[in-house]
């Protein structure tokens, strides 16, 4: 098996978009293996729900606008679900 590249390497194809099977493939080794490594890295492994938290918080600020006061937390959390839904790389179609 070739090895895996050298952590600032991986960590440009990871931000480049690159799944892990992809990095996996291109490198002739297991999706496992280049989880365990970006994972050592201490790379999050949740961009999606991040991003999906990120674009809430900026189109509705909880401090300034107090919205868990006004609206009922399933609202929020259901669009939390959506925006991760349209971000996810695989959208349902």
Aim: no cysteine; charged share 30%.
């Amino acid at each position: 098996m070739t090895k895996l590249p050298d952590n600032p390497e991986l960590l440009k194809l990871y931000r480049n978009g690159f799944s892990d099977k992809e990095i996996a493939v291109q490198f002739d080794v297991t999706v496992q293996a280049v989880n365990m490594r970006l994972q050592q890295m201490g790379i999050k492994r949740a961009p999606f729900r991040t991003t999906a938290k990120e674009i809430l918080e900026a189109a509705w600020p909880s401090i300034e606008t107090r919205r868990g006061e006004f609206i009922h937390l399933n609202r929020a959390r259901d669009l939390y679900a959506f925006l991760r839904r349209q971000l996810s790389p695989d959208p349902p179609a």
